[in-house]
């Protein structure tokens, strides 16, 4: 949850430390630096807000699966930024925030889904101080950054913007490993929801102390979960009387924030 959390806030505002740096490197003119500070910036937001959209319909077949799927668009990502061409730093910024949009909805619904009702207003806020702490991350990071003030070395500097861009790397890795080798089940709800109750029963022998009885947490799942959201198409979701109204307060929410 931390790490995810990490990986979307470092996305917002690891760019905000390179302006300078990238106004130097590339000699933009005077006149053009607020278009190209505007692109660059611009590029992991628009990202965020597509990856957003694609992760509703990534979520249905697994949300494990749809994690493993952000996370090597976010690997691919990170790897385009490596290369020193600032359209192509600015596209890999793109597939960058699509990984952070994708995933970040899908762990929230993940946590919502597998954590025990009792713990879920405890554990949930790491996700968030997960992001708010990854403004510490980006600071410490920069310290691999060549003074602004010298030039020379700006100009001339190669591993050390690799370095602090890539950074992420560091942090998928980290996921991935946990993803694969310490999250073994689909979240209950999810299984419930999708008919595959002998797996749900499995993942709750796994998450629940082995004192409470399997077959009376799933018949409260059963009971409080909200199975017909789970299927809702794109077009529902935006047209539909029942979900637009919703799904539009959310939309501008997230634009003007």
Known sequence: MVLAGFQIG????????????LTIKYDWPEEMQPLYIAVITGA?????????????????????????????????????????????ISFGRLIYGLACGISAPCIGRYIEEMLPAHLLSQLFPIYTCGMAFSAIL?????????????????????AAWRIFL??????????IAGIIFVIKHEPPKFLINNGREREALDAIHAIYHQDE?????????????????????FKEAILSPEYRKATWTLLALNFFN
């Not at 470092?10 to 740096?21: G, P, Q, S, V, W």
């Open 10 to 21: 470092y996305a917002m505002l690891c760019i905000n430390r390179m302006t300078e740096f």
């Open 44 to 88: 992991a937001i628009v990202g965020l807000a597509f990856g957003s959209l694609a992760s509703g319909v990534l979520m249905k077949s697994g949300r494990k699966r749809c994690m493993l799927i952000a996370c090597a668009i976010g690997v691919t990502g990170c790897c385009i930024e490596m290369i020193d061409n600032f359209w192509v």
């Open 138 to 158: 980006v600071m410490m990071s920069a310290i691999v950054l060549p003074d602004i003030a010298n030039e020379l070395a700006v100009k001339k500097s190669e």
């Open 166 to 175: 890539g950074f992420p790397l560091l942090l998928y890795g980290i996921t």
């Open 213 to 233: 009885k399997a077959g009376k947490i799933m018949q409260f799942i059963k009971r409080n979960s909200m199975k017909n959201t789970c299927n809702v198409s």
